[in-house]
C-alpha cells in the first residue's frame, strides 16, 4: 500500500493535466475550430459490421493548434450535462469565439419511440448553453439529420443557416432554409425554397471564401434512393436568398459521394473535398436498409472543386503522412498567425468501419503544390517551400507521426513501467534512510516520554486519508451501449 500509494502520487504530479495520448476513437462527430483550438463532441465509438453504431460517446476533447505537435485534451464543461450523441453536427460562430452543435442521434437512436430530445448547444468562453427552440419548418417537433450548417459571421452575421436534411422518414426532406439568429436567440425562414427534385441530405454546405455564396455539393435525395452527381452543384446567394444550379466540368471522371468533408481554402475559389462514399446511403440508421457502398479510396479522395471555374479536379498532395480512405470524419480549416493556411481532417472511420482518432493536416497555403504535414507552425513544412516535402528527414517524421494503436500502447506502457521501477528505487532508498532515523531515535518517538498532545498530534500526523468514493474518482469518457 505505501509503495502504490505513493508512486501513484509521484505518477500523477509528473504527467501534465488534461493531456491524453489519444482521444477515444469516433466517427460521426462533431468538430470546429474556436480562438485557434478545434473542440469535437460526441461520435460512434464503434460500428459495427453491419455498418450501425454500437457505442456512443459524450467526450469533448480540444487540440490547441498553436502547438508545434498538436496533441489532444480533455475540455473543460464546467458541469454542463452533455449526453452520448452521435451524427451531430457543429459549425464556429461569432468569429469563431464559440461554436454552435445541433442535433444527433442518441442511444436506442433506431426506436422511433425514443427520438432524441431536439436541442441547440452553445459553447462561447468557456460557457455553455442549450436552446431549446427550433426552427417553425421543424414538423412534429423534430429535427433533420444529415443537414448541413453555415456560420455568417464571416460576413458580419450572426446567423446559422440550415439546409436540407430528414426527419426521421424515409419521404419527409426538409424544402425551407432555416436560419438562427444566435445573438437575437431567434428562427426565420429564408424566402427561397427548394424544388422537391433538389432537397439534399449527407451533403455538405461550403461558404465561399469571399462570403458571396453557399455551395451544397454531393449527397443524396433521400435515403437510399438517387444519388447526386457532384457536378450537379445548387449555388445559394447570401446576398439575396436565391437559388441557382450549375454543371461543373470535370476532366475526370467523378464519382458521386456521400458523408465526405468540404473546407473553403482562403484567399482563394477553391473548395477543398475529403473522403466520403460513392453513392448515397452508405449504412442504414433505421428502416432495414443496409446495403454497404463502397468508400471513395485514397487515390482519389481529395477532390477540388474552383468556383470561379466552375470545374472539378482531383487534388494532387505530396507528402506521406495522408489519412486514406475515411467516411464519417470531420474536417476544419485553420489559418495560423504566419498566414499558411490548413484543412485538418478528424476521426471517421475506414473501409472496415473501424474508427479513427488521428489527426491529419494537408498545408492548403500554396494551392498548386498542396502538403499532408505533422505541424502547422513550421516553416519548413510550408507547401510553398522549394523541396516539395520530399527530404529523407521529413518522409521519416510522417512516417513514425502515425504510429499503430499497438505500438502506441506498447510504448506508453514501457515509459510507465520505467517510471514505476525508477520511483519504486527513490522510495526505497528514501524508506531506508527513514527508517535508520528512526532507530537513532526510538527514546523520542516511545510515547512513553511524549506529552498527550504530542502523541495524539503525531498519531493524527500518520493517519490515513479516508478512502476516495467512487464519485471522486477521475472518470474516463463516458462510453454507454446501445439498448
Excluded at 297 to 309: E, P
Excluded at 427 to 442: D, E, G, I, W
Aim: charged share 15%; with cysteine; aromatic share 10%.
Amino acid at each position: 500500500m505505501f509503495l502504490t500509494q505513493y508512486t501513484l502520487h509521484i505518477l500523477f504530479a509528473l504527467i501534465p493535466c488534461g493531456v491524453i495520448a489519444s482521444p477515444q476513437s469516433v466517427a460521426i462527430t462533431g468538430c470546429a475550430v474556436v480562438t485557434e483550438t478545434i473542440f469535437c463532441y460526441g461520435g460512434a465509438a464503434t460500428i459495427a459490421n453491419d455498418g450501425f453504431p454500437d457505442l456512443l460517446s459524450n467526450q469533448v476533447v480540444k487540440m490547441d493548434l498553436r502547438n508545434a505537435t498538436p496533441s489532444w485534451q480533455m475540455a473543460q464543461t464546467n458541469g454542463f450535462d452533455l449526453s452520448q450523441r452521435f451524427q451531430l453536427q457543429m459549425v464556429p460562430i461569432n468569429n469563431s469565439q464559440g461554436f454552435l452543435a445541433f442535433g444527433g442521434q442518441g442511444p436506442r437512436y433506431e426506436d422511433s419511440s425514443n427520438l432524441p430530445t431536439p436541442s441547440i448547444i452553445i459553447y462561447n468562453v468557456n460557457e455553455w448553453k442549450n436552446v431549446s427552440t427550433l426552427s417553425s419548418d421543424w414538423k412534429r417537433g423534430r429535427y433533420p439529420l444529415d443537414s448541413a450548417m453555415v456560420d455568417l459571421s464571416r460576413i458580419n452575421r450572426t446567423q446559422v443557416i440550415f439546409f436540407g436534411g430528414n426527419d426521421y422518414t424515409i419521404a419527409n426532406n426538409y424544402t425551407r432554409v432555416s436560419i438562427f439568429d444566435y445573438a437575437q436567440n431567434a428562427w426565420s425562414l429564408s424566402p427561397a425554397t427548394w424544388s422537391t427534385s433538389l432537397v439534399r441530405m449527407m451533403h455538405t454546405a461550403t461558404l465561399s471564401s469571399d462570403g458571396a455564396n453557399i455551395y451544397i455539393l454531393g449527397g443524396s435525395y433521400t435515403y437510399g434512393l438517387g444519388v447526386v452527381n457532384m457536378t450537379n452543384v445548387l449555388i445559394y446567394s447570401t446576398t439575396n436568398a436565391q437559388w441557382r444550379t450549375t454543371i461543373a466540368t470535370s476532366n475526370d471522371t467523378l464519382s458521386e459521394r456521400a458523408y465526405h468533408t468540404a473546407n473553403s481554402i482562403p484567399n482563394s475559389p477553391l473548395i477543398f473535398i475529403y473522403g466520403g462514399v460513392r453513392g448515397g446511403q452508405p449504412i442504414a440508421f433505421r428502416d432495414g436498409y443496409t446495403s454497404v457502398v463502397p468508400i471513395i479510396d485514397g487515390s482519389k479522395a481529395a477532390l477540388v472543386y474552383d468556383t470561379s471555374a466552375n470545374h472539378f479536379y482531383y487534388a494532387s498532395i505530396q507528402g506521406t503522412s495522408a489519412p486514406g480512405p475515411l467516411i464519417y470524419h470531420n474536417s476544419v480549416s485553420y489559418t495560423n498567425s504566419n498566414g499558411s493556411s490548413f484543412v485538418c481532417i478528424l476521426f471517421g472511420a475506414d473501409q472496415t468501419f473501424r474508427t479513427q482518432s488521428t489527426a491529419y493536416f494537408v498545408n492548403v497555403t500554396n494551392t498548386s503544390k498542396m502538403m499532408w504535414v505533422t505541424t502547422l507552425i513550421n516553416p519548413s513544412d510550408d507547401g510553398s517551400s522549394s523541396n516539395g516535402g520530399n527530404d529523407s528527414n521529413k518522409t521519416e517524421s510522417n512516417q513514425t507521426s502515425h504510429l499503430s494503436a499497438g505500438a502506441t500502447a506498447g510504448i506508453s506502457l514501457s515509459v510507465l513501467v520505467v517510471a514505476i521501477g525508477g520511483c519504486a528505487a527513490l522510495l526505497f532508498l528514501y524508506h531506508r534512510r527513514r527508517k535508520a532515523k528512526l532507530a537513532k531515535s526510538v527514546y523520542k518517538t516511545d510515547p512513553r516520554n511524549q506529552t498527550d498532545q504530542e502523541f495524539f498530534n503525531k498519531k493524527a500526523l500518520r493517519t490515513k486519508p479516508a478512502a476516495q468514493s467512487d464519485d471522486d474518482k477521475i472518470k474516463p469518457f463516458d462510453i454507454v451501449p446501445l439498448h
